[in-house]
């Protein structure tokens, strides 16, 4: 039976630049970066102390996702700390982080526009 989600691709323009983001601002892990067809490598990240992993992948005939809302939502323990650590790293939030009653989350950007949620448990 179905254990787990592997991955989840991110559907990006420039993997070099995209590379960067998650690593160096985001602070995610490199697993593997190798060749896959002419175009584009095969870049898998994890998301570091956990099994979480995405990959920075466009699948053919698919470009039109990149820059448009994710339905990936990341999770933090302590919102304030990890929300001021990535804007001081240059990751771009439309707004600051909102309490709702049933949570407290900030939504974000990568460098092609994509857009994720951060959130607390």
């Known amino acids: 039976m179905i254990k787990a989600v592997k991955f989840v691709s991110i559907p990006v323009n420039d993997q070099d630049r995209s590379l960067a983001f998650y690593t160096d601002k985001l602070g995610f892990?490199?697993?593997?970066?190798?060749?896959?067809?002419?175009?584009?490598?095969?870049?898998?990240?994890?998301?570091?102390?956990?099994?979480?992993?995405?990959?920075?992948?466009?699948?053919?005939?698919?470009?039109?996702?990149?820059?448009?809302?994710?339905?990936?939502?990341?999770?933090?323990?302590?919102?304030?700390?990890?929300?001021?650590?990535?804007?001081a790293r240059g990751v771009e939030f439309p707004a600051p982080p909102t309490k709702q009653p049933w949570g407290h989350f900030v939504k974000f950007k990568d460098p092609d526009g994509n857009e994720f949620i951060l959130s607390t448990k």
């Open 29 to 87: 892990q490199i697993l593997t970066d190798q060749p896959f067809d002419g175009k584009q490598r095969w870049i898998e990240l994890r998301v570091p102390g956990s099994e979480t992993k995405v990959v920075l992948f466009t699948p053919p005939g698919q470009e039109n996702r990149v820059g448009s809302f994710s339905n990936v939502t990341f999770m933090t323990d302590d919102m304030d700390k990890t929300y001021q650590e990535l804007k």
